[in-house]
């Protein structure tokens, strides 16, 4: 039947949605027609604002490369990798969770060290860091055989893959919780780092006056069968860039104990304690953002 109005073109196109087989598909994307028509209607959409949202999708595909995950990075802007974390990890009681977005670094197969080993496969300046973690489940027993992946920004803002300075999986590692459920190794501390500016995203915050900075931060993803896969951030409660964190990664959950010892002296130091709570459930790994 020809399309006889703006308002048939929304039945017409999920009539067609509602043919899928597959019952997930045809929810997500009957939801995915229904408010994007709505969200035309709402802003008048021009022809050519529509024109800008091809671009802009296109050039998010093209900045994506096996370094660089720029789809990943636009979610994480939007909040919408927040809110999928959110909604899928705690007990729903609150917007706090013990987990916090994947983000577009993590990779597959960095080393496995023993527990107390450094992070460091390259000469990394910066104040030495000791990280203590345990690894627990709800009721507080300790979790033995958990494995912990961990990955950080050098002192100066970049990943290992951003950068040519650092030794491939520099300042990545996986560790292994003992029969205590505890772990601990070696780094530098982390610092805040702008996300990645050159793509449409970049574009978006530069439009949107948002500064780029995340808050310093060590990244970790704990993995068990029994276990559901806890992905999360631990964040210094000093850092300037808590409150605006551009991927709004920070929940008060997540800000560490990082103390200093021997300031000011050659041996100064710094220590984050930090307790992690696993929950009951299906462990499973994320597609890697990047290779
Ligand atoms: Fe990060």
Redesign the pocket.
């Known amino acids: 039947m020809p399309i006889e109005s703006e308002r048939a073109v929304t039945q017409a196109v999920l009539r067609a949605v509602e043919q899928s087989a597959d019952a997930r598909h045809a929810e997500l994307v009957g939801a995915l027609v229904r408010h994007l028509h709505e969200f035309i209607r709402e802003t008048r959409l021009s022809e050519q604002e529509l024109e800008f949202a091809f671009d802009f999708l296109n050039r998010i595909g093209q900045a994506t490369n096996d370094s660089h995950n720029e789809a990943a990075l636009f979610s994480d802007a939007l909040g919408a990798s927040t809110l999928v974390c959110l909604l899928n990890n705690g007990d729903g009681a609150a917007t706090e969770t013990a987990s916090a977005l994947l983000?577009p670094?993590w990779r597959l197969n960095a080393p496995e060290l023993e527990n107390g080993a450094s992070l460091l496969r390259s000469p990394t300046p910066g104040t030495p860091l000791l990280m203590r973690g345990s690894v627990q489940d709800d009721t507080g027993k300790p979790i033995a055989g958990v494995r912990v992946d961990v990955w950080?920004?050098s002192p100066v803002g970049l990943?290992e893959n951003q950068d040519a300075e650092q030794a491939e999986m520099n300042l990545r590692g996986v560790f292994s919780t003992d029969a205590d459920g505890r772990f601990h190794f070696e780094s530098v501390r982390p610092a805040g780092y702008p996300v990645p500016m050159h793509g449409p995203t970049g574009d978006m915050l530069r439009k949107q006056n948002r500064q780029s900075y995340?808050p310093a931060?060590l990244?970790f993803l704990l993995f068990r069968n029994g276990f559901k896969t806890l992905i999360t951030?631990v964040f210094p409660g000093d850092d300037p860039h808590l409150d605006d964190d551009p991927v709004f990664g920070v929940t008060a959950n997540l800000i560490g104990n990082y103390t200093t010892e021997n300031a000011g002296t050659e041996q100064e130091r710094c220590v984050l304690d930090y307790r992690f709570t696993m929950q009951p459930g299906e462990a499973r790994l994320p597609v890697p953002p990047i290779k």
């Open positions: 983000g670094f950080q920004a990943y995340r931060h990244h951030q």
